[in-house]
Structure formats: C-alpha cells, structure tokens
C-alpha cells in the first residue's frame, strides 16, 4: 500500500522527486518553455482586471500575475509549502494551503498581505470555497479528513473523515455536497456540507488527485494519475460512466464554461490534454513547461493557466487554438492556480 505521505508528494502538487525522476534538463518542453518565454502573446486580449494567483511550493509565496500584461505583479509571502489556492466568490480573499506547515493562509486580496493563519489537518493538499463564501473547505493528505473553515471567524468549524489520502475537493452549485478525491482509495467520497456526513463513495481510477463540476452539474470529471485517465461520473446515478485515456499522470483539471471541453495537466508528458465532453475523446494536445501540475481556466474561457512545477513557469493556452501562448517565470515549484477577477480598491479606515 501506497503511504499517504508518498501519495500527497505524487499529487500533482507536490512533485519534487516523482518530477525530477521522469523529466530530464533537456526535454524538448522545457526548451519550449525557454524559447518563448519573451514571445508576444497572441489571440484577443484578456479581460482588463484578472488576475491569477499561483502558489509556490519552494519558495513559499503566492505570484499574483495581472492576466492582460502576461507580468507577475506581486510575490506574497506565505507559509511553508503552499500548495493550493481558492479565491471567494467575490474575489476579495484567497485561501492557500501550507502543506509544510499544517495551515492555511488566508489573503486580503485587495491589500494583498497575509491577514489570518488557520491550523487544518495534516498535510493540506487541494482548497475549495462554497458558492455562497461561507465555508472553505481543505483536504488534508496525511489525516485523511476535510477541514471546514469558517470564512467569518477563520477558524475550522468541522473536520469530515473521509477516504484515504485526499487530494482533490470541489463543491456543488447550490453548496450541498462536497466531492473529495481520495487518491489512495480511488475513490470519490460525497459529502453532505449541511452535516458534514460522508453519504458516498464512487469508484474511480487508480490515484484520482483533481475534480472539477460540468456546467451543467450532472457529471464529475476526475483525474487518476495512476491509471492515466480521466473518469466520467454520472452525479444522477452516483457512478462512473467513462473513462477517457490521457497523457501520463494527469493531475490539475478544468472544465470551460461551455462544458465542451475539459483540460487536463498531464505531468509524466509535459502536456495538457484537450478533452471533448461529446466524443469522450482527446481531440489536442498542447505542449507546455516540465511537470504541469496546477491548472484553472479563466471565467470566460478564453484562456487556461498551468503551473509547470519544474520549470518555476506558468503557462497560457488559448482556448481558440490549443495552443500557448504565453509563458510567465513566477515563483519556486508552482503548483496550484486560481483566477479571478481583480477585487476593488482597498476601502480607507
């Protein structure tokens, strides 16, 4: 049996040995990510105000990168290992897991300082916060539970025992039930959030570390990094209905508002794969930097950022074309990615 420790370190978020092992100082991606780091950016500009928050695994900070100039913008100190980062529905906190240090940070966005620290569980890997901004929920590798944080008070209001290893959480529309990727039991635990009762588990593929929703909140798309595929669940039915093959060890996924495509981080191949919802099938695939683990797709899907843990870059896909367009140089080994809109101007005492 796998330990969770080794489970946490193979998820797509932290990757120090599994990613310097597969990936060598003269991949043919990394060359890639060299030569067009300084290449004019391509395709209709952004929207004017994102912004993308990407967490540092080494250097322990977060890179704020303004989406439109394609710059980092600020570097926030965190606490040890961040690993993952949500940002609240109204854009004005970001939550970030300190694998290292057992916590999470919480961010004003607008001041962009650190303004709370919350002790969670052990090993802190994925984040999520509810669509009402009420709750942040964190899954905790090591002590196989999920933390919920009061968003108000900044402190754990529940701790949810759930699968082995959890890595991946996302939350339903309308909050009720929380999905949690449990990489060492392949598995995908529901939760009802009203409870805080596990009420399921759905059989998944071998190491599932990510999941995003579908728009339309009738499917789970899982990403199994041990079997090299992404899972298709049917929410209705409570099962898994497909599963479509990948690159090697896909981590970081992403649906587009349209939910015609869902884009995967593939880390053994230094490639993000393009999925088409209809045909159930990889119709692209786009080269990126070493080890792409993180990823998040802007709110109007033009755009998709990667963290490219090996590389210390982020890379920006056009929607349009498949292709990169764009390669920013941020922190330490980046791994998890959120993008949201820039919050307002910080309100004088």
């Known amino acids: 049996m796998t330990s969770h420790q080794d489970m946490g370190r193979r998820s797509a978020v932290v990757l120090f040995c599994a990613a310097a092992a597969l990936i060598g100082p003269g991949s043919p991606a990394g060359a890639s990510a060299a030569a067009s780091a300084g290449a004019p950016a391509t395709g209709p500009a952004p929207r004017s105000g994102d912004l993308v928050y990407v967490a540092d ?121 929380l999905y949690v990727a449990n990489a060492g039991s392949r598995t995908v635990s529901v939760v009802r959030t009203a409870t805080g009762t596990v009420t399921g588990a759905i059989p998944v593929g071998a190491g599932p570390t990510a999941l995003v929703l579908a728009p339309d909140k009738r499917r789970l798309y899982v990403s199994n990094m041990d079997s090299d595929d992404v899972s298709v669940v049917d929410l209705r039915a409570g099962a898994e209905s497909d599963r479509i093959p990948v690159g090697d060890q896909p981590a970081g996924i992403g649906v587009l508002p349209d939910g015609r495509q869902v884009y995967v981080a593939d880390i053994g191949s230094d490639s993000v794969s393009v999925i088409s919802t209809r045909r159930r099938a990889v119709t692209a695939t786009v080269a990126v930097g070493h080890a792409p683990n993180g990823l998040a797709v802007r ?51």
């Open 57 to 177: 695994l080494r250097s322990d900070t977060v890179s704020v990168v303004d989406a439109r100039t394609r710059r980092v913008v600020d570097g926030i100190r965190v606490g040890k290992g961040p690993d993952s980062v949500a940002v609240s529905p109204d854009g004005s906190r970001a939550y970030v897991t300190n694998s290292g240090a057992d916590t999470v940070s919480v961010i004003d966005t607008r001041t962009r300082t650190v303004v709370a620290t919350v002790p969670v569980g052990d090993e802190p890997s994925r984040v999520t916060v509810s669509p009402d901004g009420r709750n942040v929920y964190v899954a905790n590798v090591k002590s196989d539970d999920v933390s919920v944080i009061s968003a108000r008070t900044r402190t754990v209001t529940d701790t949810i025992a759930v699968g082995d290893a959890p890595l991946g959480v996302a939350v339903s529309g309308d909050g009720r039930t």
């Open 299 to 349: 709110p109007d899907g033009a755009r998709v950022y990667v963290s490219d843990f090996e590389s210390d870059t982020l890379s920006v896909i056009d929607t349009a074309t498949a292709r990169r367009t764009d390669v920013v140089g941020v922190g330490d080994g980046p791994t998890g990615v959120a993008v949201a809109p820039a919050p307002g101007p910080a309100k004088r005492p």
